[in-house]
């Protein structure tokens, strides 16, 4: 970062011209050019950050904190509390960044319109939402339409409610793990989450664990996810396969994992194997090792 000479902090057309190019070398300046408006606002216009380095008054300016905050959110951690309890200045953060609601007043986070832009922005700024406002089903609906993991902030009340649990499993599908146990328990909830992320069924209830459809939805996105179904579905040729072969193969490793958490049966059952194999070679190294051995003897050219 750009320094401003020793001999040169306390000159005005000198520090003028070293923050037009880098903002944040007015950590440099003399005390009183830190709080020179033209300066200030040259440095915040340059990089908002610079406001760290403002003087208190400046950072109490609503033309100077404005203009930063406006560019980047972040800045309000830099703005005096008075600003930050200033509606005008804490719209024009939460809205360039969501997550600046977090330096808002407390006043400010139970502000619905404040709270609205913030978790539009990003919705896992309802973290810093009022306990109120994480109860509001329209804030939370914004929230998880923009993050489905928002609903991590959301009220007990809200993790319940149906209709907020499927927009954010329809957005990620691992915010099946914030949702109530009853939700985890209802089918359409999670046929939505593991279609989008196969994984969410490590969220699951164990009854839908042993639902053949939502675990051939979940192996079908994600090979892996077989690791999280019920033993009966893990010996089930099927689901295997439906790991193996998915349509949409977006890590070839990952698909091979399907094998890894089948059972043992079918690790050892030789056709199975065969035709596993036959869709991913990688799968090999999770067959029995009795199994593994006879195979690669075949490949070489040898009697199976």
């Keep these: 970062m750009a320094k401003i000479n020793d001999a040169l902090k306390s000159n005005k057309d000198h520090v003028l011209s070293v ?3 880098n903002g944040l070398a007015l950590e440099f300046a003399s005390d009183e050019l830190k709080n020179d408006k033209e300066i200030v606002l040259a440095a915040v216009s340059k990089n908002s950050f610079a406001l760290e380095f403002a003087s208190d008054e400046l950072k109490n300016d609503k033309a100077i904190v404005l203009p930063a905050v406006s560019k980047s959110g972040w800045a309000l ?3 005096s509390e008075k600003l930050k309890n200033d509606k005008e200045i804490v719209l024009a ?6 997550w600046a609601l977090e330096y808002a007043s407390e006043e400010l986070k139970n502000d619905k319109e404040v709270v609205l832009a913030a978790v539009s922005e990003n ?22 339409s923009e993050n489905g993991g928002a609903l991590e902030y ?8 149906i209709e907020i649990e499927l927009v954010a499993v329809s957005e990620f599908g691992g915010a099946l793990e914030y949702a109530s146990e009853e939700l985890k328990n209802d089918k359409e909830i999670v046929l ?11 969220y699951a209830s164990e009854e839908l664990k042993n639902d053949k459809e939502v675990v051939l939805a979940a192996v079908s996105k994600s090979g892996w996810a077989l690791e999280y179904a019920s033993e009966e579905l893990k010996d089930d ?8 072969s998915r349509s949409h193969r977006d890590d070839i ?29 990688l799968a090999l190294r999770y067959a029995s090792d009795e199994l593994k051995k006879r195979i690669l003897q075949l490949l070489k050219g040898n009697q199976l």
């Design 237 to 244: 040729e099927e689901v295997v396969l439906a790991g193996i």
């Design 192 to 202: 939505a989450a593991v279609s989008e992320y196969g994984w969410a069924l490590k």
């Design 77 to 79: 951690k830099y703005a």
């Design 93 to 98: 953060a939460v809205s360039e960044y969501g």
């Design 154 to 161: 959301a009220s007990e009340e809200l993790k319940n409610d």
């Design 123 to 144: 919705g896992r700024a309802l973290e810093y939402a009022s306990e109120e406002l994480k109860n509001d089903k329209e804030v939370v609906l914004a929230a998880v």
């Design 19 to 21: 923050v037009k190019k």
């Design 253 to 281: 490793g990952n698909d091979a994992e399907a094998l890894r958490f089948a059972s043992d049966r079918l690790k050892n059952d030789r056709e199975f194997v065969l035709r596993v194999l036959s869709k991913n070679g």
